[in-house]
């Protein structure tokens, strides 16, 4: 779906999915404590799963909110389908794929505390380990999908979140504490090494001053008896994503008049202007953005076929 092209969603859609993953892992790390102690000091067992309760319906939240605006976002644009089925994806689908499995196994597993009452305690119990498997699919999908994975914040967050359910499933397990502090320095130290090294990211230019991409488009014609509308409208899809829209004013033998818009994603930035110069497959337009920073653009193509489908390339330059 590709609903928007406002920057706000996708901020939204990032911090949402951070958000969910760092409450995901303090309910994992508490449910955790939970099932390794039978006697809580200073805390009220009972308050504790509250806690643990209520972490658990925030974490569903805020994965709402992430999945809501990644489907509604135009810098990565998914279908229905792509949200709802894993691995279908173009983007990274492995990744994105283990990212839709942790979702839906959490749905999985709200379903079952809502019916705990009627399942036997050996089977909710059992049902409660897939926490594991949605945290470790959720940590693979963050740390290899995410296009904050290689900001240092970013790395220093799942490094402590990693770091701190590492340590206390070792813990509950070994019932050591050097074991378990290795643990978690091996599990902080392998979070650190893979965002910034194989699954590191390389930033799309923001806004990029020049750049050069593929289009692909459609040429809509509207005539009247004496002057007639000719619109272009493409998206570029290379590195820097951009939506152009020529319109030209066509009266016989002259161009009457001319609109030219440029936006860029993610950040949803217009630049706008005239056409000043068309070809037969292509235009040259100029164009202003709201900093007063003009641009030059170029665009150049090839019909593929009936209805006015085409794709070339748009260049841009200061």
């Known amino acids: 779906m590709h609903l928007t092209s406002s920057p706000v969603d996708w901020y939204a859609a990032r911090a949402a999915g951070?958000?969910?993953?760092?409450l995901?892992?303090?309910?994992?790390?508490?449910g955790v404590g939970l099932a390794g102690r039978k006697r809580l000091e200073r805390w009220p067992r009972f308050a504790l799963e509250d806690v643990h309760r209520?972490?658990?319906l925030l974490t569903g939240t805020f994965l709402a909110i992430h999945v809501a605006t990644v489907a509604i976002d135009a810098f990565l644009p998914f279908s229905l389908a792509q949200l709802v089925v894993p691995f279908t994806d173009r983007y990274r689908p492995l990744w994105v794929g283990l990212g839709i499995v942790a979702a839906e196994l959490l749905?999985?597993?709200?379903?079952?505390?809502?019916?705990?009452?009627?399942?036997?305690h050996r089977v909710w119990r059992r049902a409660h380990y897939l926490?594991?498997?949605?945290?470790?699919?959720?940590?693979?999908?963050?740390?290899?999908?995410g296009t904050d994975r290689s900001a240092p914040w970013f790395v220093a967050l799942y490094a402590v979140a990693t770091a701190g359910v590492s340590g206390l499933v070792v813990q509950r397990f070994v019932r050591r504490a050097l074991p378990a502090l290795a643990a978690a320095a091996l599990a902080a130290g392998l979070v650190a090494a893979l965002?910034?090294?194989?699954?590191?990211?390389?930033?799309?230019?923001?806004n990029a001053v020049a750049f050069r991409e593929p289009i692909a488009g459609q040429i809509l014609v509207s005539r009247g008896v004496t002057r007639g509308i000719v619109s272009m409208a493409g998206n570029g899809s290379g590195a820097q994503r951009v939506l152009v829209r020529a319109d030209l004013l066509v009266e016989p033998n002259r161009l009457a008049a001319t609109a030219f818009q440029?936006?860029?994603?993610?950040?949803?930035?217009?630049?706008?202007?005239?056409?000043?110069?068309?070809?037969?497959?292509?235009?040259?337009?100029?164009?202003?953005?709201?900093t007063g920073a003009r641009r030059f653009v170029t665009a150049s193509w090839t019909l593929t076929?009936?209805?006015?489908?085409?794709?070339?390339?748009?260049?841009?330059?200061a």
């Open 18 to 22: 951070i958000v969910a993953y760092l």
């Open 24 to 30: 995901l892992s303090a309910g994992v790390a508490l």
């Open 54 to 56: 209520f972490l658990g």
């Open 107 to 120: 749905l999985a597993l709200a379903v079952t505390n809502r019916l705990r009452d009627h399942l036997s």
């Open 131 to 145: 926490n594991f498997a949605v945290w470790l699919a959720a940590s693979a999908h963050g740390l290899a999908s």
């Open 195 to 206: 965002a910034l090294g194989p699954l590191s990211f390389h930033r799309r230019p923001w």
């Open 262 to 290: 440029l936006e860029y994603l993610p950040s949803g930035t217009l630049c706008r202007g005239t056409v000043s110069r068309v070809r037969a497959t292509g235009f040259d337009a100029s164009c202003t953005l709201p």
């Open 305 to 317: 076929g009936e209805g006015g489908s085409l794709t070339g390339e748009i260049a841009a330059h």
